[in-house]
């Protein structure tokens, strides 16, 4: 087999097919639309979608099963615009679409979107990564088609986790979905639960039979014996004093400047952390009033709509398994800084993270759909999209993102003179302040024409056309391409 993959092109080719998936002949729920696309060792392709061969087949069954039962598939490469189904998904002896993938010994498979159940979300990607098989999740942008086209069925599976059906996981993605024997269901705050219910639309009451069925359901409860008890996660999300079991699940906010220091440690249940951080934002990042309009505007010193989507995003897709280590927040005078426990989740990687293009994929599903009811966080799949507008919309550099174990560290730089202190590589040093605007730009579309740069910045071909060639001599961009077509691409730094 050829190891070099045009994976984009499989991507969309995945996608085509996914357009064709035959609508199962029931009235009840919508069937998803999945296309996928199958490389074998001689490099030969061949592709399914469900529903093609027969009502109802998963397109990974049609493709490995009655495609390609007597044929030797170890080392091939796989597309699927669905989260190939989980152990435990079907009914015995009925195979999950992710064991037939490991027994074909597939190499690497291209997943384009996590299952939208929550109670499910990632565990097949987890299984196929336990077992030795490369995972890779589609292009962010494929991802948002790909929902697009699968919008109802995604409502309805999201619904669906509601209904009450007591199943066991087999397949564990944190110890906090375990039940916490420490807690009792008193231990949750019925306001804030009621609040989940009202707007989740579950229309039980708090402690009822059908509560307890639904929270059971969702992973929030568990019934070891004949008492329903809180999981860790149910604990984390509903619990009036979670930190008296998980010390460690909160945040510890810092505010320095020249004039003063101001430090609060930010506790309760998670969706209340962040009401609290984002008001606490709000009371030391500073703001002006924008009288420009019939109603006054306060405007912060830093756009909080990236604020709330940072720290939200923060709260959700921490590692809550990680002994000793909090949320760490800092506003300061340069830069505002995010400290959150835990690497990258598999299969996203940090140079996706610091590129700001890396696909859509939760953490912790449960409690990311938890935000999601509540409104606490934007629309799945829209990634980094607040947080790359910053150069354009604003006026401001992309952050920084590292990795010092165990925290993912994304530092906010507050201006252009503030990224001079903060990145203090040669190459920036030897870059105007218009000309690392410009850059921070780039960096933001990664690939341009010059009349891109010109009308994004107001400048005359000559300006635009000399920081571009003092770019290119410095190595930070790429020319591409000749004549008319010529473009420019950002070579990434570390």
Not at 126 to 147: A, C, T
Not at 216 to 233: N, S, V
Request: negative net charge; glycine residues 4%; contains cysteine.
């Amino acid at each position: 087999m050829t190891e070099k993959v045009d994976a984009r092109k499989f991507m969309e080719m995945a996608i085509e097919v996914m357009n064709s998936s035959i609508q199962e002949p029931r009235d009840d729920k919508v069937s998803p639309k999945v296309g996928a696309v199958l490389i074998k060792p001689d490099d030969t392709v061949e592709t399914a979608y469900r529903g093609e061969l027969r009502h109802g087949d998963h397109a990974e069954f049609a493709l490995l099963e009655r495609k390609n039962r007597s044929v030797k598939l170890d080392g091939s490469y796989l597309f699927a615009t669905l989260e190939p189904c989980a152990p435990g998904a079907r009914k015995f002896p009925k195979l999950s679409c992710a064991e037939r993938i490991v027994n074909a010994r597939i190499k690497k498979v291209w997943i384009g979107i996590e299952d939208p159940d929550p109670t499910v979300d990632r565990k097949g990607i987890k299984y196929l990564i336990d077992n030795g098989v490369d995972v890779e999740m589609f292009d962010s942008d494929l991802q948002k088609q790909i929902r697009k086209t699968n919008k109802q069925f995604i409502e309805e599976a999201e619904q669906r986790a509601k209904q009450a059906k007591e199943e066991k996981a087999e397949i564990v993605l944190s110890e906090k979905e375990n039940v916490e024997s420490t807690a009792v269901l008193k231990d949750f705050s019925q306001d804030t639960v009621e609040t989940f219910i009202l707007k989740a639309k579950l229309n039980v009451k708090f402690d009822s039979e059908e509560f307890h069925r639904i929270f059971l359901q969702l992973g929030l409860l568990a019934k070891p014996e004949k008492t329903y008890l809180p999981t860790g996660l149910g604990l984390l999300l509903f619990g009036q004093r979670p930190q008296l079991t998980y010390p460690n699940a909160l945040i510890r906010a810092t505010f320095k400047s020249n004039q003063s220091e101001d430090i609060e440690t930010i506790e309760g249940p998670l969706t209340e952390q962040a009401d609290k951080i984002i008001k606490w934002y709000k009371n030391n990042i500073g703001k002006h009033i924008d009288r420009s309009d019939v109603h006054r505007k306060d405007i912060y010193d830093y756009p909080i709509e990236v604020f709330i989507e940072a720290i939200i995003n923060a709260i959700v897709h921490r590692d809550y398994d990680i002994e000793g280590a909090p949320i760490y927040f800092e506003i300061n005078d340069d830069a505002i800084i995010i400290k959150s426990p835990g690497s990258p989740v598999k299969p996203i990687t940090l140079e996706q993270i610091q590129k700001f293009s890396a696909p859509s994929l939760s953490r912790n599903p449960k409690i990311m759909y938890i935000f999601d009811q509540l409104e606490l966080v934007e629309q799945r799949g829209l990634g980094f999209d607040t947080i790359k507008e910053l150069p354009e919309k604003y006026g401001l550099p992309l952050p920084i993102v590292t990795f010092e174990a165990p925290y993912l560290i994304v530092k906010f730089p507050r201006s252009i003179a503030a990224l001079r202190k903060i990145r203090t590589q040669e190459d920036l040093s030897n870059l105007s302040d218009s000309e690392l605007k410009g850059y921070e730009w780039m960096k933001s579309v990664e690939t341009f024409k010059r009349k891109d740069y010109e009308i994004q910045f107001n400048f005359d071909t000559k300006k635009a056309e000399r920081h571009i060639t003092h770019m290119v001599k410095m190595k930070l961009l790429e020319r591409k391409g000749s004549g008319p077509g010529t473009y420019y691409e950002v070579i990434p730094t570390e």
